[in-house]
């Protein structure tokens, strides 16, 4: 499994599950930052239990063994196994053991029979060729609304409340609204969709007071991070088991799945310049 996002956690405990009903089964999950804690998430504290619980469930996993974590792991190639031909030469055909070789930029290598990317998506745009859109180029949502979504400078906090003022395209009446609105954010909830397409609606019926009427309140702990060790979406330990956990390698409650957490802190949004590839793929530097 490569990816660290809740698609991936969903992923990783559906193949927990086969691995109860196929013993042997041995689940790798690769991951491109130093940790996993932005998967696990606020836990308790997360505003959405039920994504709290999502990420709690992961990590009670990784820790009891069922899942092999290797963090710091950017992938640079992907090859599959090779066996002998007929000719002398090598084919890919069926071989003994796993038949992928993943290898990671700083030349670690994972072996695996079936690898999982759950790493991002992008929009297809092919369908509207022939309309006129404005799109923001980095995350490919409408233009207005890209810079409030963008995870490359999106920290802590939520995203404003928005409609059809903002996901409007020169195109008259012409609207993307729910997951696809936010083009290759990862950040979108369905409780934004709902007041997207309500806005919407309201727009096309010509009311455009509740149109531009936008009110939404969306749970602020564990929304979105691009710095997972200090926004909304993964709490800090307390002080009385930062100290423990430093000695230890891991939090002073070990294998338990309950630890003491303070809130981190949520102040006013600031721009946070991190590595990602959506700026990558448009000339940002990505350091």
């Known amino acids: ?31 491109r930052g130093p940790s996993a804690a932005k998967v696990y998430g606020g836990g308790d504290l997360d505003g959405l239990p039920a994504r709290g619980q999502l990420g709690a469930r992961v990590r009670r996993l990784v820790e009891a063994g069922t899942i092999e974590l290797h963090t ?65 180029p980095a995350v490919e949502a409408p233009t207005a609304l890209g810079p409030l979504i963008d ?74 991070s691009t710095d997972a060790g200090t926004s909304c979406d993964v709490p800090v330990p307390s002080r009385e088991t930062a100290g423990a956990g430093a000695a230890t390698g891991r939090t002073a409650a070990g294998a338990a799945d309950v630890v003491e957490l303070e809130p981190a802190c949520c102040g006013t949004p600031e721009p946070v310049l991190v590595g990602f590839p959506t700026g990558l793929s448009h000339g940002r530097s990505g350091e």
């Open 151 to 224: 995870p490359e400078f999106h920290s802590c906090g939520t995203v404003p409340p928005h409609g059809a003022a903002l996901l409007a395209h020169p195109d008259r009446d012409f609207y993307i609204v729910g997951m696809k609105s936010y083009g290759r954010a990862p950040t979108f909830l369905l409780a934004t969709g709902y007041e997207q397409v309500r806005s919407v609606a309201a727009a096309l019926a010509g009311d455009r007071a509740a149109a531009d009427t936008v009110q939404l309140e969306l749970p602020e702990t564990g929304v979105c």
């Open 1 to 31: 499994m490569v990816g660290a996002g809740h698609s991936a956690a969903n992923t990783l405990i559906s193949l927990s599950e086969l691995a109860k009903a196929e013993p042997g089964t041995r689940i790798l999950w690769a991951v």
């Open 72 to 136: 710091g792991f950017g992938v640079a190639a992907l090859a599959a196994a090779r066996a002998p031909a007929d000719d002398g030469g090598t084919s890919p055909a069926a071989v003994d053991g796993p038949s992928v070789t993943v290898t990671a930029v700083d030349g670690r290598t994972l072996q695996a029979d079936v690898v999982v990317p759950c790493t991002g998506f992008r929009p297809d745009l092919n369908i509207l060729r022939e309309l006129r859109l404005n799109l923001d």
